[in-house]
Antibody, heavy 119, light 108 residues
Framework: QVQLVESGGGVVQPGGSLTLSCTAS????????MHWVRQAPGTGLEWVAL????????YYADSVKGRFTISRDNSKYTLYLQMNSLTTEDTAVYYC????????????WGQGTLVTVSS | EIVLTQSPGTLSLSPGERATLSCWAS???????LAWYQQKPGQAPRLLIY???TRATGIPDRFSGSGSGTGFTLTISRLEPEDFAVYYC?????????FGGGTKVEIK
């Protein structure tokens, strides 16, 4: 069965950096584009970034462009999100999510990892 | 950027009633690349509908999606107790991908 397990969340000071990881299993990771989506406390879903199956194309929300970098290691079945210049507005649960082969909608979500930006 | 506006913000209904949720796009959503998700408290979202009207695997047929262009609807024909949750639409046809603000379906 499909599993996505995020790790790397925690508390970081404003201006700091953090790298999230997502380990996938139960499917051929290298066949699928992958997303990061976040949800600030008590609010709705915000798409963050997408990377194509081979890592050649990456797309970002305007709110994170230039600060966050999505990447993947298909040999390790792992997705990453490098986050720099963090602000309090980046505080959220970050979900790793798998696309469908039929399009970029999300057919499976991880359970999320909480990132708190606070001094 | 395609902005998605969901209405109403909150829908108060009783079990057995019909729920109609709307999602309006600021620009045409190409090829009906519109999905609906359900999220319950403390849980990750779950895919309900993709391609505006195709139910995902395992989703009961009381859930249906319709619409095209800039207007989309999620209908729950008869609410079951487990359907009380927050629902989000998402367009996935163009970057940046975007979500609507959500509609909470609560028990009246």
């Amino acid at each position: 069965q499909v599993q996505l397990v995020e790790s790397g969340g925690g508390v970081v000071q404003p201006g700091g950096s953090l790298t999230l990881s997502c380990t996938a299993s139960g499917f051929t990771f290298s066949d699928y584009a992958m997303h990061w989506v976040r949800q600030a406390p008590g609010t709705g879903l915000e798409w963050v970034a997408l990377i194509r199956y081979n890592g050649n194309d990456k797309y970002y929300a305007d709110s994170v462009k230039g600060r966050f970098t999505i990447s993947r290691d298909n040999s390790k079945y792992t997705l990453y999100l490098q986050m720099n210049s963090l602000t309090t507005e980046d505080t959220a649960v970050y979900y790793c999510a798998k696309t469908s082969i039929l399009g970029w909608f999300i057919d499976f979500w991880g359970q999320g990892t909480l990132v708190t930006v606070s001094s | 950027e395609i902005v998605l506006t969901q209405s109403p913000g909150t829908l108060s209904l009783s079990p057995g009633e019909r729920a109609t949720l709307s999602c309006w796009a600021s620009q045409t959503v190409g090829s009906s690349y519109l999905a609906w998700y359900q999220q319950k408290p403390g849980q990750a979202p779950r895919l309900l509908i993709y391609g505006a009207s195709t139910r995902a695997t395992g989703i009961p047929d009381r859930f249906s999606g319709s619409g095209s262009g800039t207007g989309f609807t999620l209908t729950i024909s008869r609410l079951e107790p487990e359907d009380f949750a927050v629902y989000y639409c998402q367009q996935y046809g163009r970057s940046p991908l975007t979500f609507g603000g959500g509609t909470k379906v609560e028990i009246k």
